[in-house]
């Protein structure tokens, strides 16, 4: 398999992801968004649900190419490269909840009080995730990664138990990672949007969360020596589904949940995640259909970028004033509604995919690729 078709297969898959991200982000009025784009309530899955663990998993699938490269640079630089990514991207998610920095009541400007940033976030797990699973691979043999990668969806388990509410470990409000969190940075530095304080990407979650890079990282490892052959296709979809079944079991005592971001949960999406990225590889590289790739790779060159235009993009539509609303309201209404209800939020969902899709695009023709 050559450097192209490796990367055309990652680059639809990281596509993919990014397309239905900005779909789930920015429904037309999320009060009217069909089930499958809501996340679980809590225990249970949806097909949203599996969108950001696939972008970890891309992350990792990503690392596994780059490897050959950090092998031939000095420890000092690679580690340098490493933790220069993980601040910039941290500082990055950041300043996304900071943004638009300043607020306005009563014609006066004021800064936005830094004492009341979310601290923690999408782009931030995506950072620490990225940084821990990096210094995993790059300084312990495969093997013992693995084992590791296990030893903390475990680790993980028991401490949900051990430091939960012995009523309820696992509910909202006497989970273990919302403890720690609180105890860590206090409430109003969590995320509100459960209605109470509580950071569904809060530190204790991110530990399984690092599986999720790990696993992408030894699929990566694995395309590269004999993705090609049926006989590697075929070894990842028993995997695949080797992982779906342990999750399923698992359930029962530990419940797949994402926003506690449980081990079988990890198992669950990093199992579907490779039936995904096995599919596509068959379509792309066995079977050579590419026609219709090129939509998803567009947007899979620039992923961070194009995430980043749709977080920055929706905030201003809803600062820019119209009337007694906002820019992003008397679009929906004035443009979208007449589709009538769950239909006009979807269709301005896709419509504004579409519109971030055409920047990727853009960038693309003209070969412009944002790196951090």
């Known amino acids: 398999m050559n450097a192209n078709q490796r990367f055309l297969a990652l680059d639809v898959f990281r596509g993919m992801t990014i397309c239905l991200m900005i779909i789930v982000n920015?429904?037309?009025?999320?009060?009217?968004t069909f089930a499958p784009l809501h996340h679980a309530k809590w225990d249970g899955f949806t097909p949203t649900d599996l969108v950001f663990p696939s972008f970890l998993f891309a992350v990792?699938?990503?690392?596994?190419?780059?490897?050959?490269?950090?092998?031939?640079?000095?420890?000092?630089?690679?580690?340098?490269?490493?933790f220069k990514r993980t601040l910039l991207i941290f500082l990055l998610g950041y300043l996304l909840y900071w943004f638009p920095f300043f607020n306005v009541e009563n014609g006066h400007w004021s800064l936005s009080p830094i004492a009341h940033t979310r601290i923690l976030g999408v782009l931030q797990?995506?950072?620490?995730c990225y940084g821990f699973a990096?210094?995993?691979v790059y300084f312990i043999k495969p093997t013992l990664t693995i084992i590791i990668s296990i030893g903390l969806l475990l680790l993980y388990w028991g401490l949900c138990f051990w430091f939960g509410d012995p009523l309820a470990p696992l509910s909202l409000q006497g989970n273990a990672g919302l403890a720690f969190d609180r105890w860590l940075m206090g409430d109003a530095h969590l995320y509100h949007g459960e209605g109470v304080a509580f950071d569904p990407e809060g530190w204790l979650s991110t530990l399984p969360a690092i599986v999720n890079v790990v696993a992408g990282y030894v699929v990566g490892q694995h395309v590269q020596k004999e993705g090609k052959s049926y006989?590697?296709?075929?070894?990842?979809?028993?995997?695949?589904?080797?992982?779906?079944?342990?999750?399923?079991?698992?359930?029962?005592?530990?419940?797949?949940?994402?926003?506690?971001?449980?081990?079988?949960?990890?198992?669950?999406?990093?199992?579907?995640?490779?039936?995904?990225?096995?599919?596509?590889?068959?379509?792309?590289?066995?079977?050579?259909?590419?026609?219709?790739?090129?939509?998803?790779?567009?947007?899979?060159?620039?992923?961070?970028?194009?995430?980043?235009?749709?977080?920055?993009?929706?905030t201003v539509l809803y600062m820019v004033p119209?009337?007694?609303?906002?820019?992003?309201?008397?679009?929906?209404?004035?443009?979208?509604?007449?589709?009538?209800?769950?239909?006009?939020?979807?269709?301005?969902?896709?419509?504004?995919?579409?519109?971030?899709?055409?920047?990727?695009?853009?960038?693309?023709?003209?070969?412009?690729?944002?790196?951090?």
């Open 26 to 32: 920015t429904p037309g009025d999320s009060s009217l």
């Open 231 to 314: 006989e590697g296709l075929t070894k990842l979809i028993l995997a695949g589904f080797a992982l779906l079944v342990i999750a399923y079991f698992w359930n029962f005592i530990f419940p797949i949940n994402k926003k506690l971001w449980t081990s079988p949960f990890v198992l669950h999406t990093v199992g579907l995640d490779c039936l995904i990225l096995g599919t596509i590889i068959y379509i792309v590289d066995m079977q050579k259909k590419i026609k219709w790739a090129w939509f998803f790779e567009t947007v899979g060159k620039n992923p961070l970028f194009v995430y980043l235009l749709s977080e920055i993009l929706v």
């Open 134 to 136: 990096s210094l995993m």
């Open 322 to 372: 119209v009337g007694d609303s906002n820019l992003f309201r008397w679009i929906y209404l004035h443009i979208f509604s007449y589709a009538g209800d769950y239909w006009a939020s979807l269709l301005f969902a896709v419509c504004y995919m579409l519109v971030c899709w055409s920047v990727g695009y853009w960038m693309d023709k003209r070969k412009i690729y944002v790196r951090v």
């Open 60 to 82: 990792g699938n990503a690392m596994s190419f780059v490897m050959k490269k950090w092998e031939q640079k000095k420890t000092a630089e690679v580690l340098a490269k490493i």
């Open 125 to 128: 797990r995506i950072a620490l």
